[in-house]
């Protein structure tokens, strides 16, 4: 809590949208929020901030893990979900972003967004979505702002990459130990495309900040948004970590203190695939997965083998995955790592998912009491609500 | 809340099916509890006045606006939504609608149903489900009476035309200075079809009865339904206000203080599709729908033009719409209004809109409590509950 | 309460998968505080015990009242639904159970399943369900072990017969009066098939075990799963119950003081049917359909006919429905029930189904609470939190 009061959280903004748009102090406060609404659970002392309010959720693409904890975030705080179904609604007849926000934000404290599958899409309309906010809080029609959270994008995860260095807090006791511990995200073999860029994304761009040392590891051609490798190599150079990028997944492993093996599809299937979309053509996007798949298949090797984690640092990383994973022998034949090696970190990923609800819990009150925040926190210490009344 | 107590709640009923089954005292309580209750959501008071219960919903047409304002109105309450989805539901194994509304009843407060695609359906269906509920509340089946409101059926939209009209009390700073006020609620060119009458139904009937002098305007063909054209009429002569049917729209324009242009299908149209649907006549619906869109189309004319509005009283009318409306070249490529009389009303429409939870939270308070509300209400004034506790 | 108190509330274990995983003194438990919620309920006092928390609920299978009571309990209690909806989840990615459940736990009370369809695997699912929550908690995971409430499997329905229970010990005045009452449980005809065992099942297995005589009826080749009718063979032995079979319909009322007369499809049936479904068959499910409707149609006349309900004890045996019914000339042309029977016991069946809100409130807080769970009935009681707050 007095970390919190020491950092300069002005600016911190209505919304949070990708890592790279807070400071250093808005993402450690962000950690810190999150962290003690995490203790304060296992003690079972209540941050119910809200009476009433609403959370409005907008799916655009499948999700189980981040749902659930966007949900939960929101009950915990006080607030009540209501999903935006664009299906069932009249939006299909034309009605502008604009419109749609205002109309779902009268009684409104949050409005998460997934929108993950085409490429230069999904943060422009977050982007929308904020100045749809803006204006009708402006012009008197919204009492109140709704934040604008990103529960993935095309370009960041950030309740992702900050839930799993929420957890990499925790597994190495401090944020201060996280200075250059090496950190490999590397690309993995599924037998599945398409998988979306924001998760390593999020990962480079944001641990880069920390002092850590990055590698990132994927097949030539398989790069990610080359605006955002490059930040994440600016962002190292500023302190003392570094940013790397290697086509040897073996030798990125060497020494690695953690190692992150995803799947994703390479930027350049992704731009294709998204243009193709667009346009709706169905034959060109068969013909697309074909291809893409039949190139993944090139890379059967690069997985994560229990003789490849041995090349870590002591043998002993730690394995990471945003889940769910492709195990091999479990949810596919050959996938992105080995049943052994998944089953020993088992405990460890799941943790590492349970930091989602409350860093998406921190993102809400920061998001909607900025400055005062500590002052906030303060208080629920003080009130010290049980979650179970008894 | 003086103005409240001084009005005559009794036999206000358990249901809000239509404007005019209730006396004007109803619904000057209505729109004075929802005045309140939108002040003390600006102040941050809440009004929650239930520690549990549920609000079923049953949406048997697109919603996004209403859906969303119902949901948003329980949850202001402290009611949590819980929405009947007739497709995974049991229902169409032939369950009678006694039992249906009875089994999801036990902790129920309020049931919310929108039914607007067949004419002489949608309000029967509605006293259906309020039968079904008395029958198990005086049966002791039920340990209390919900309370069904209207979100829409094929006569009434009373929560849209009592947010019109709590629109205007605040636009024009009173109920009484709507004394007179010229109204015109025209029918406007949509590319689509098949829109249901009960948006210009709800708002003649309401606001004749308010000293309102409304002017009905539509092209040859495109009445409503006759009883309550009539209904309108008789209701102007009661009071000093007056009633009239042309089909000039510049005409009707003409010194107008407010303008209401909207699309609707004419009564014979949605009569004969009500029965194609019934029969499930895919090929008729389709004759119908070219049929339809090709009589509309001889109408684009019938459209709110900047030219138009200069028409108006002051060349300043205030511009209505139940949203979303059909922007010509935004939403469609000719439609109802004109992009720069939208843009120059979008605050005022937007606002509008916002009115809608607080009528709904305000008819769930009175038809829960009736002649108690304005106890309920002091209490909760005093109680002074914040929304967001600090 | 005092009754509670004096029960061995020991074991009774952090799910609600079968009844006869508990003890009489377990079930006693559940009927007591299910008694009380209602009893609470009509008084308008709150059960609330949790500030914030989730409900999670798993429908394999279309449901309307259970997921309705689900809903409710949870929201008298204090917690949110948050549904899953398999298909618009990542689940069908190969992700293994004990991830899936461990994902949607972090925050969550209760997880609430329907898995009727196939035989063999429902309760086998949620057997998995609960390891895998124990797995989450002893590994620290999560912060507190949800129950997992069995909302329907292939071999128990335990909220529908415990419902049921408690419905005869209202309607009856007492568990004692229950001794050597004469319970009739008997197929009856249906236009539809497959519909599950476990209804019929939950109700031998459990009446039996409190010294009811209870009389299972159906044509030759009707059975249910063999296990669970000699289950309740030797139950009735241990006690002063009994229980017999026979395939005489009219046979089985005579003198019957309660009749439940419902249809299912026969073990045999369910059995092929299960493992068509598996293979997905189509075609071979066509043809099992055909043939079964064909076998069902021999025996139209087990059928509630107002003339076997004069058979009963004086005439008057109560007459009992887990619903919806199928009733002969309206919900279809010939069915499990005559309409006169129907209406004249609506008021009870209704009111049968009623307490299942209050049965599935009762077993999250005997799950949940154990031991503990009278005190935490006390505090409530001293609370006296009121429904309404006025």
Redesign the interface.
């Given at each position: 809590m007095k970390k919190i009061e020491k950092l300069n959280l002005s600016n911190y903004g209505h919304d949070f949208l990708r890592t790279w748009d807070k400071s250093i102090d808005h993402l450690k406060a962000t950690l810190a929020v999150a962290q003690t609404l995490r203790d304060w659970?296992?003690k079972g002392i209540?941050p119910?901030?809200?009476?009433?309010?609403?959370a409005v959720s907008v799916?655009r693409d499948?999700?189980?893990?981040t749902?659930?904890?966007y949900?939960?975030a929101a009950?915990?705080l006080?607030l009540?979900?209501?999903d935006?179904d664009e299906k069932?609604?009249?939006?299909t007849?034309?009605?502008?972003i604009?419109?749609?926000v205002?109309?779902?934000s009268?009684?409104?404290r949050t409005i998460g967004v997934r929108d993950d599958i085409f490429l230069g899409v999904g943060h422009n309309y977050m982007v929308d979505v904020a100045n749809a906010a803006d204006w009708?809080y402006k012009?008197?029609?919204?009492?109140q702002r709704p934040s604008v959270i990103n529960l993935q994008c095309d370009e960041d995860h950030p309740t992702q990459s900050l839930s799993d260095m929420l957890h990499l807090i925790n597994y190495f006791g401090g944020i201060e130990k996280l200075h250059n511990k090496k950190l490999t995200m590397s690309w993995a073999y599924s037998p599945s495309y398409g998988k979306p860029l924001s998760v390593p994304q999020g990962v480079i761009a944001l641990m880069t900040r920390f002092g850590m040392d990055i590698t990132l590891a994927y097949p030539k051609g398989y790069n990610l948004i080359p605006e955002i490798e490059a930040y994440a190599g600016r962002e190292a150079k500023k302190g003392d970590g570094s940013f790397r990028i290697t086509n040897d997944m073996g030798e990125a492993f060497k020494d690695a203190d953690i190692v992150y093996p995803k799947s994703w599809a390479p930027y350049d299937v992704m731009k294709e695939r998204t243009k193709l979309l667009k346009n709706q053509d169905d034959k060109g996007l068969d013909g697309l997965e074909h291809e893409a798949l039949a190139q993944n298949a090139k890379h059967k090797d690069w997985t994560c083998t229990e003789k490849l984690m041995k090349q870590t640092h002591q043998g002993k990383a730690l394995y990471m995955h945003c889940?769910?994973a492709?195990?091999s022998g479990?949810?596919?034949k050959e996938g992105e790592v080995d049943a052994g090696v998944f089953e020993a970190y088992?405990?460890q990923t799941?943790?590492q998912?349970?930091y989602?609800?409350f860093i998406i819990a921190a993102m809400i009150l920061l998001t909607q009491f900025g400055e005062k925040t500590p002052?906030?926190l303060r208080?629920l210490e003080k009130?010290k609500?049980?979650?179970?009344?008894?």
């Open positions: 659970h296992r209540s119910k901030v809200f009476t009433s309010g609403i799916f499948k999700s189980t893990r749902k659930y904890s949900a939960a009950n915990l006080g009540e979900i209501e935006l069932k609604s009249q939006i007849h034309g009605e502008t604009t419109e749609t205002n109309m779902l009268f009684l409104t009708g012009n008197g029609v919204l009492d889940l769910p492709d195990i479990v949810s596919c088992k405990k799941y943790t998912a349970g989602k609800p002052n906030v208080s009130r609500q049980p979650i179970v009344l008894l």
